[in-house]
């Protein structure tokens, strides 16, 4: 799969004004070509010959800035291409050298439209926040739809869209599907399954925002933490396992939540090469989770049933992940092993 970086790199490179020249050529080769670039724009504006041939010394210092703006382009995405190639091996590329790079460069060059989409790139890469918060900043879905449309086709990618529209409508009757199974293990294993899909055809749909969190993992609901490896442990964590596990099951039975169906989702096996639940799963999940507790909230006259919902839901989803997480962690490591996924520290999702 190719990396965020690899993919904002090529898409730097494609919408790069010097992209459309072949830089490898003399510097006199590359200005004849923008000099008939020039003559071109000019022709197009509504300029006759008399009147290009009489504009020749302005055509020629247009046709020199453009040279040379698209040689400053070369070095910064060459510098930046290193940034990532040979990155420091403990603190990774530069982030905050390229950000002033970006900043300068952007400020340095004449913008026009048509470079929109490049610095949008270039933003994104160097996470330049000033200009991802411009009305200049093209949106990464839109440049992707750009790309892919040059790249194969607009035809082709019509039908792409087409195919995986039709794929997302099964994906959807699926899910539909989900929720009237009453068997708790299935019902987890099949949306954290249907999750995946999702994230399979949100790849090949990125300016499809609605699907983006399914390409994402979020390693507080993984079947790395196994809840049920703790229920078989005879040593200290199973015993802690059980207070911790009543402890969760008080929890949601208070909110009006089904604590069965609340632990299966930390340990539903699946079929995928991926250890962690995707984000939009869990993000479904706490959606659900939501409205039963506000009905339960509600049920009991509460006015701000509503509030007390997401709050009660997101503090009852933060302890259990937290608590099965360390003990994992705590099981593992009685047992010698190593626990992988603490190396993401405590973002929660690989965001």
């Not at 060059?109 to 933003?123: D, G, M, N, R, V």
């Not at 949306?191 to 749909?205: F, H, P, T, Y």
């Not at 997480?325 to 047992?335: D, G, H, I, T």
Request: charged share 30%; aromatic share 10%; hydrophobic share 35%.
């Amino acid at each position: 799969m190719v990396s965020r970086e690899d993919y904002l790199l090529k898409e730097v490179e494609h919408f790069a004004p010097y992209s459309k020249f072949d830089q490898s050529t003399p510097r006199d080769e590359r200005l004849s070509q923008q000099v008939d670039a020039v003559i071109k724009d000019y022709e197009r504006m509504g300029y006759d010959t008399p009147a290009i041939s009489s504009m020749s010394q302005e055509i020629e210092d247009i046709a020199s800035a453009r040279v040379s703006e698209h040689d400053k382009q070369v070095q910064l995405v060459g510098a930046i291409k290193e940034q990532f190639t040979y990155p420091d091996k403990e603190l990774g590329p530069d982030t905050e050298a390229m950000r002033i790079w970006v900043s300068e460069h952007i400020n340095e060059i004449k913008q026009t439209e048509s470079h929109h989409p490049y610095f949008s790139a270039l933003a994104d890469l160097a996470d330049h926040t000033a200009f991802q918060k411009s009305e200049d900043y093209v949106p990464a879905a839109d440049r992707f739809a750009h790309y892919m449309k040059d790249t194969i086709g607009e035809e082709a990618f019509n039908e792409l869209d087409r195919q995986t529209q039709g794929i997302m409508t099964t994906i959807n009757k699926m899910s539909s599907f989900v929720d009237r199974v009453e068997d708790f293990n299935l019902r987890a294993r099949m949306s954290i399954e249907i999750g995946e899909l999702m994230g399979q055809v949100a790849e090949l749909r990125p300016y499809d925002a609605e699907l983006q969190p399914f390409t994402v993992e979020d390693f507080r609901y993984t079947n790395e933490f196994a809840p049920f490896h703790f229920d078989g442990d005879a040593g200290r964590v199973g015993e802690e396992w059980k207070g911790a596990k009543a402890e969760i099951i008080e929890r949601t039975q208070a909110i009006g939540i089904n604590p069965d169906l609340f632990l299966e989702r930390f340990q539903a096996s699946h079929l995928s090469i991926n250890t962690a639940v995707s984000l939009g799963t869990s993000m479904e999940w706490k959606a659900e989770d939501y409205i039963e507790a506000q009905i339960h909230f509600a049920s009991e006259g509460n006015r701000n049933a509503e509030k007390l919902g997401v709050r009660a839901v997101d503090e009852l989803h933060e302890f259990a992940s937290a608590k099965i997480c360390q003990m994992s962690k705590e099981l593992v490591e009685e047992r010698g092993g190593q626990f992988f996924y603490l190396r993401h520290g405590d973002a929660g999702h690989s965001l």
